[in-house]
């Protein structure tokens, strides 16, 4: 008689590993003044100061501005969407 096999176990992801994950590649941050920005992460630390370069600044009040590169502070950090691009799906 064999036993059945065991069920795979789930490991809950932590946000910092998902944040990890996103190294590399485009991500959206929206922060509490309301201002977003778009770019590529390339790197960040245990507070969520976050790294952008090839960036894209959009501000409500005065549009859109690009940067090469940015540093933000985690503390202001409202959202993040991994491969978001700035763009709000209505539906």
Known sequence: MSLPPLPKVHHPLLP???V????GSQI??????HKEFVGKLIGFDDYVNMVLEDVREIDPQEGETRM?????NGNN??????GGDGKWVDG
């Open 68 to 72: 090469s590169k940015i540093l933000l």
């Open 20 to 23: 990890d994950k996103c190294v």
């Open 77 to 82: 950090i409202c959202m993040m969407v991994p």
């Open 16 to 18: 910092l590993e998902l």
């Open 28 to 33: 959206w941050i929206i922060m509490n003044n």
